[in-house]
């Protein structure tokens, strides 16, 4: 039986350990932490639970398709409840929108603000379901080795079709003139962390998932995935091994022989490595002769998502309202987009993410109290670095203060009885997340498919690589796919 070393416990990691072991294959996971999960990580603390990372569950399919090939019960493992609305949305001075993805509610959302932009709506909602399908087929399910897998006939002209070159906010505009619909159309480009403005028009697929597809939630909170593809690896007969970091992937004429661990090596016929692609080739190939073209200047020179600060509030009542997820544009959504993109200044007026998850789950928070997660979206490490004690309690005041003024929770500074959070240097020292970039390296056109880190390593055999920084990018469900492709093409080296 062959031996499969698999570094890091995130879900790319544990999505890839979870089908190697049911291929057959003797897995054995190391994990720097004491827990699996990554940055779908838990905080448990003072009666409450919170999901440090990612929260929305989209496309369900993909997170049960891992169990199911394992050969068990999905909802034996990530039980899953429909969320409904999916979300609402709150502007400056215009009415809030309600997002539903049943047909009749969205419909008379949509015609609430004019037949037009009805019309236009399910006009857009039509055009990028035919390129998600082209993309789905072409490039999400589909990896890339050698040029040959991206210059040719079939994979040029899929690409043609799909229409990239337009950012998402410009395509969406062509299609609706209610700012608030192209806002709610535009904005989910920053859950893989780039800008509306810049990202590819593809991206505006985030959202026609959404309303085609649902939106979840586990019980448990998403962690709950974390620890059940772990639960799932060992009663397969894998193996994890926790506070274990690995300290290098040892790679000998050209070919992976295993890693080093407390500086003794531990053979293995392939390495499969979650941790981000970036960190990877700085701090665990060493010799930059081995990397190929992943040299330090060029790993520094790669453009990086942007980070968040989150805050995890756990309040002594529970406020009204029903919404699991909620979303606070900012006066000027594009000076805002701006500071986080292009000037690297942390917004001070920040758009922000409420998530009540004690709403879908009344034991991740004591009785008549809730917790309440707080994301706001800020620059990466190399645009915006100062985050001493000092700034991270005056950002801290300043989002409190746009809360309290923003929404119902407008005497929330009261309440606060449990608090703790993250910024961009805790997912760098946490999870290694190279310049603390939440969603790894930024999917433009020049780091996407073809020129995205490849899932098969070039310049070494039998390595092989998955997670938010490899193709086909970040994302929940694309992060389990990327897995997916590093497994497959493990297979085609064993035919």
């Known amino acids: 039986m062959k031996k499969i070393i698999v570094v890091g416990a995130g879900v790319a990691g544990l999505s890839a350990a979870v089908r190697l072991q049911k291929l057959g294959y003797q897995v054995e996971l190391f994990e720097k932490d004491s827990q699996p999960g990554g940055k779908m990580n838990q905080i448990k603390k003072d009666g409450f639970t919170f999901d440090v990372g ?165 019980k448990g909170g998403m962690f709950t995935l974390a620890t059940s ?23 000998e004429d050209k070919k992976t022989t295993g890693v080093k661990v407390n500086g003794e090596k531990i053979s293995a016929d392939a390495v499969v490595c979650g941790a981000d692609f970036p960190y990877a080739m700085e701090k665990l190939i060493p010799d930059e002769k081995k990397r190929g073209k992943y040299t330090d200047k060029k790993i520094q020179q790669m453009e990086y998502s942007c980070s968040c600060f989150l805050l995890y509030l756990g309040l002594d009542k529970e406020y009204a309202g029903k919404n699991l997820h909620s979303i606070y ?23 922000f993410y409420l998530y009540r998850p004690s709403k879908m789950d009344k034991s991740l928070a004591p009785e008549n109290q809730e917790g309440l997660y ?45 608090e703790s959070y993250y910024t961009p240097d805790d997912f760098k020292e946490n999870f290694n997340a190279y310049n603390g970039a939440t969603f790894g390296l930024k999917p433009t056109l020049k780091q996407s498919n073809y020129y995205r880190p490849h899932n098969k390593f070039a310049y070494a055999e039998n390595l092989y690589f998955c997670g938010s920084s490899t193709h086909p990018g970040a994302g929940v469900p694309i992060v389990m796919q990327s897995a997916k492709l590093a497994v497959e093409e493990l297979l085609k080296d064993e035919e």
Do not use: C
Not at 230 to 241: D, P, W, Y
Not at 329 to 351: I, R, T
Not at 380 to 397: F, N, P, T
């Open 54 to 218: 990612p929260t929305i569950v989209m496309m369900p399919d993909i997170y049960q398709e891992v169990f199911t090939f394992a050969g068990v019960n999905p909802d034996d493992y990530i039980p899953m409840e429909k969320v409904e609305p999916m979300l609402k949305l709150y502007f400056s001075q215009e009415e809030p929108l309600t997002l539903s993805n049943d047909l009749v509610e969205l419909t008379k959302t949509l015609e609430s603000i004019s037949e037009e932009d009805a019309q236009g709506y399910f006009a857009f909602l039509a055009d990028i379901y035919k390129r998600y399908i082209i993309a789905k087929d072409a490039f999400i399910n589909k990896s890339f080795r050698s040029v040959w897998d991206f210059y040719n006939p079939k994979s040029l002209w899929s690409g043609l079709k799909l229409r990239t070159f337009n950012d998402a906010y410009s395509s969406i505009s062509k299609f609706v003139k209610d700012e608030r619909l192209r806002k709610s159309l535009a904005f989910q480009t920053l859950y893989i962390g780039v800008s509306p403005y810049q990202g590819p028009s593809l991206y505006t697929i985030i959202p026609m998932i959404e309303l085609f597809y649902g939106v979840y939630f586990i």
């Open 229 to 251: 593809l772990a639960k799932l690896l060992t009663e397969l007969g894998g193996t994890i091994h926790y506070n274990t970091p690995i300290e290098e992937i040892v790679i």
């Open 329 to 351: 544009f900012a006066d000027d959504f594009k000076q805002n987009v701006d500071d986080l993109f292009e000037l690297g200044h942390l917004p001070e007026d920040p758009s």
């Open 374 to 418: 707080v994301l706001v979206p800020v620059p990466e490490l190399s645009k915006y670095d100062d985050w001493s004690d000092e700034a991270v309690a005056k950002y801290r005041d300043k989002v409190i203060a746009k809360i309290k003024n923003k929404t119902d929770f407008t005497d929330i500074d009261q309440h606060i009885i449990s």
